[in-house]
């Protein structure tokens, strides 16, 4: 019976499944192991230490987030859309709540957060000026709601997606 070989890819997606099920701690070389059915021997064949486990793992995680703001900003379409469209994609991003509770014990994980929170407060910023509101604390609110609803409901993703567009609703009606 021929067996599969790891990937590094197919560690980061065991790495991202464990964050979310289980957060930081289970982001180790035996846990994962164990998890995916393999020895720690696969892990280091990968990777030399979990530090640069978890590093490769932001990597990916900041890579995939910041070309997902790269490609909202290419989109086309109504831009209230667009902004519903933006919020929905974030709150579904299951691994960033474990990223966040990360980041308060991890100053490189708050980090890798800050500058996709810059960016992403830059899109929300002009998707409102497309609309015609200038006043940049709207965007502020509405990323604060995006970082802090799944905090708040986190098994709720019906209660998060409705809160997100009533705010989104309230703010237009501003304009």
Not at 133 to 159: C, H, K, M, S, W
């Amino acid at each position: 019976m021929a067996t599969s070989r790891l990937t590094k890819a197919d560690w980061l997606h065991a790495g991202f499944d464990a964050l979310k099920a289980k957060g930081p701690h289970a982001l180790a070389a035996e846990p994962l192991a164990r998890r995916m059915g393999t020895t720690k021997g696969s892990f280091y064949w990968h990777y030399k230490d979990v530090p640069a486990y978890h590093a490769a793992l932001l990597a990916k995680w900041r890579t995939d987030a910041l070309e997902h703001v790269v490609d909202l900003l290419n989109a086309t379409g109504p831009a209230d859309q667009q902004l519903r469209d933006f919020g929905q994609s974030v709150l579904g991003d299951e691994v960033e709540a474990s990223l966040r509770i990360w980041a308060q014990t991890n100053s490189h994980v708050a980090d890798i957060l800050a500058e996709v929170d810059m960016e992403r407060l830059g899109y929300l910023v002009h998707l409102l000026r497309k609309m015609g509101l200038r006043n940049e604390n709207f965007a502020r609110a509405l990323q604060a709601t995006l970082i802090g609803l799944p905090q708040y409901a986190p098994d709720a993703a019906d209660v998060q997606a409705d809160a997100f567009d009533t705010l989104v609703d309230t703010v237009l009606a501003l304009n």
